[in-house]
């Protein structure tokens, strides 16, 4: 007997069929399809799994509904949790467990939790890393930035060097407002490595531009090399770099890192590399090459 291949749902309407006159073994076989059609994946692919558990556990008909929702629920908050991962462009996977704390004395663990918790974040505050090379900026910023993700929030990962590159791109094209309204769009906008390299000369206008946009609107999590009194010499203009402070350090965390870099401290765990005389790692245009250990 050939059957049709509409599912049973949409041939009866939208009235519920009544169970005496359904025919329930034709639900059944339409069961995947109407799974489908509802977007209930998590369901259908661990359907039997999830049912062979409900039966074992004697679960009643409403508390087996609950447990196929958690199923789904679970499901669908990881795929738009690894969604937003990717969409956010972290450049590497790191979290605040990895963090060592120890490692880095300046930074105050409990400053480092408190940021978090992403009250920041609701508050649309910014946060400010500064610290020469290798002491964990960029590490925090994602871990941060994840934490942002996890609680809901869009979030995007840059460079300063991209983000400049792309709005002085799109001054040139005509295409700045469509990129400083991009810019604009996350709730949280990562700006990772301000200061290393020279920016071009109207960088400072066009940053100004797209921190006023989002000034009180949106989170900015900004991390340099440089400290906030060099900024005029970063962006090659006084008052320009005074009107980005103003707006960026009003409402704003900041977390100023001093140290050795992390990454000299494991080479010289591993005996490649000796301390330099005085210690401290000093800010500039980036990490040395460690040169091998002599043989004394
Ligand atoms: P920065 O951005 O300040 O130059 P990074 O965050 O890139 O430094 O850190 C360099 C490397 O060292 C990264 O792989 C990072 O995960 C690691 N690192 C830095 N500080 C720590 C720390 N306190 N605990 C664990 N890993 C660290
Ligand atoms: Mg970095």
């Known amino acids: 007997m050939a059957r049709s291949k509409q599912p049973a749902t949409a041939r009866a309407g939208t009235t519920v069929p009544s169970a005496e006159t359904v025919d329930i073994a034709q639900l059944v076989e339409d069961l995947d399809a109407m799974l489908t059609r509802l977007r209930l994946g998590a369901i259908r692919e661990q359907l039997d799994a999830l049912l062979e558990e409900a039966a074992r556990r004697e679960l009643n008909l409403r508390e087996a509904l609950a447990w196929l929702c958690a199923a789904e629920v679970a499901s669908k908050e990881q795929r738009r949790l690894s969604m937003a991962m990717t969409i956010a462009h972290f450049p590497f996977v790191r979290t605040l467990e990895g963090f060592e704390f120890e490692a880095q004395p300046s930074i105050d663990p409990s400053k480092i939790r408190d940021l978090a918790t992403c009250r920041w974040v609701a508050n649309g505050d910014n946060v400010v890393l500064l610290g020469p090379p290798g002491v964990g900026k960029t590490h925090l910023e994602v871990a941060l930035g994840r934490e942002v993700v996890a609680r809901g929030y869009t979030v995007q990962f840059t460079t300063a060097m991209e983000l400049l590159g792309s709005l002085v791109k799109g001054q040139q094209q005509g295409?700045?407002?469509?990129?400083?309204?991009?810019?604009?769009?996350?709730?949280?906008?990562?700006?990772?490595?301000?200061?290393?390299?020279?920016?071009e000369p109207q960088a400072g206008h066009l940053f100004f531009q797209l921190i006023s946009r989002r000034y009180e609107q949106g989170s900015?999590?900004?991390?340099?090399?440089?400290p906030v009194e060099e900024w005029d010499e970063v962006f090659g203009d006084q008052v320009v770099a005074a009107a980005i402070l103003d707006r960026l350090l009003h409402h704003s965390h900041v977390v100023t890192i001093r140290g050795d870099s992390y990454r000299l401290r494991e080479k010289r765990r591993s005996g490649l590399f000796r301390p330099q005389a005085g210690g401290s790692s000093s800010s500039g245009s980036g990490v040395k090459p460690p040169p091998p250990a002599k043989e004394v």
């Open 175 to 199: 295409t700045l407002d469509l990129r400083l309204a991009q810019y604009s769009k996350p709730k949280l906008l990562i700006i990772d490595e301000l200061g290393y390299l020279p920016l």
């Open 220 to 226: 900015v999590l900004i991390s340099s090399n440089r």
